[in-house]
């Protein structure tokens, strides 16, 4: 089976806190503040590589957490910096944040590199808070939490060539006869439910990688029968094999199957229209298939190259493998097929803060005011008053006696309530 959709969860280390140390010296009765700072947490990074060929081992890890900083120490000793945690992924893979659905980044070359998840800042020691105001500050910050999100990962096969046809068609039974494939096969519609990858060896020692991918029905283009789906598998190759059931069992008409299933390539993306398509004509050492073979090759002209095999017996299978070959050499290449709109989205800022009001209480949220919470110690008296100046002076007060708070009124960041003190 190959998977090609994954959902993980990504988190920075936090920063090690900062300490509250005082140096001891003989003699002298108070010391200096020596607390040292924290070390930055590491941060989450995936890095494209090419020997990765599935997303398959995320469906087994799905928490990706990267160390924290150490704490400060006294005598102005920093926490160490932790290392980063990288986590490799297959090139070619898409990556979304997998709440908002926002488009990261499309790792398209080995050994791209993209930062997910931040580790946080060290919490900075009392040293750091010494001033001539105060000699002697008995507060510290604690780490910066580490940034945390789920990501998307979606990989587009990166195949050369892709097999499309009606359901039944025979895809499956010819990935399996040109390659080490093993799909399965077997006399009913929607008998493959994911995309299979095979390898094709030619006796040149040529190779390429073909994908068979789920029967497509009509309406496709719009979804049915889970056509987005499996048409996002073959938007990356560079080749189609379009193979279509000559037998013409069961009503079927097969000039009819072959023009549907190109109205929903097109219908979908144009450009999958304009690709190089070769087509096999299947299931000829069935009876009456050589009477279709013959109408679809009137109805196609000089405008596709039509073989006729039998997937079952490899009876005119090697012909169209050359052929394809062939085209191969001479198609656009990957990144050329790679569609349009595929770029990185910008970050827009956020604002510092916001408040609102519910239920007669004003909330403030924003990442920004929430980061200094977490840093904060609120067991510590000056770090709760140097907090307080920290709302102060971000405009959070002005904006909440702009929201009409009074005295007595009560505020809440986080888990912390308040009242507001006009
Ligand atoms: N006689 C004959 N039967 C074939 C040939 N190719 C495929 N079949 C049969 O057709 C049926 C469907 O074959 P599959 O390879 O599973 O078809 P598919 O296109 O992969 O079908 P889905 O996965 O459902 O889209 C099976 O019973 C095959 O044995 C052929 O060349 N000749
Ligand atoms: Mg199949």
Known sequence: MFYDKAKVYVKGGDGGNGAVAF??????????????????????????????????????????????????QGKGMHGRNAGDLTVRVPV??????????????????????????????GGRGNARFASSANKAPRLAEKGEPGEEKWVALELKLLADVGLVGFPNAGK??????????KPKIADYPFTTLVPNLGVVRMPDGDSFVVADIPGLIEGAHQGAGLGHEFLRHIE??????????????????????????????????????????????????????????????????????????????????????????????????????????????RVVAE?????????????????????????????????????LRIVKVMGIEDELRKQGAKNGDTVRIGDLVFDFVD
């Open 92 to 121: 070619g893979t898409v990556i979304r944040d997998a709440e908002t659905g926002d488009f990261i980044v499309d790792m398209t070359e080995d050994g791209q590199e993209v930062k997910v998840a931040t580790g946080g800042r």
């Open 236 to 345: 990356r190759t560079r080749v189609l094999i379009h193979v279509v059931d000559m037998a013409g069992m069961e009503g079927r008409d097969p000039v009819e199957d072959f023009k549907t299933i190109n109205q929903e390539l097109a219908a979908y993306n144009p450009a999958l229209a304009k690709r190089p398509q070769l087509v096999a004509a299947n299931k000829l050492d069935l009876p009456g298939a050589g009477d279709n073979y013959d109408k679809l090759k009137s109805a196609t002209g000089d405008d596709f190259e039509v073989f006729p095999i039998s997937a079952v017996t490899g009876e005119g299978v090697d012909p169209l493998l050359f052929r394809v070959a062939e085209v191969l050499s001479i198609a656009e290449p990957v990144d050329q097929v790679i569609q349009e709109g595929e770029k990185i989205t």
């Open 23 to 72: 140096r001891r010296e003989k003699y002298v009765p108070l010391g200096g503040p020596s607390g040292g700072d924290g070390g930055s947490g590491g941060s989450v990074i995936l890095v494209a590589d090419e020997g990765l060929r599935t997303l398959v081992d995320f469906r087994y890890q799905r928490h990706y957490k990267a160390d924290r900083g150490e704490h400060g």
């Open 172 to 181: 499956s039974t010819l990935i399996s006869r040109i390659s080490a494939a």
């Open 351 to 387: 604002p510092r803060f916001s408040v609102h009001k519910e239920k007669g209480i004003f909330i403030i949220d924003g990442k920004e005011i929430k980061k200094h919470y977490a840093m904060t110690d609120f067991s510590n008296e000056d770090a709760i008053k140097r907090f």
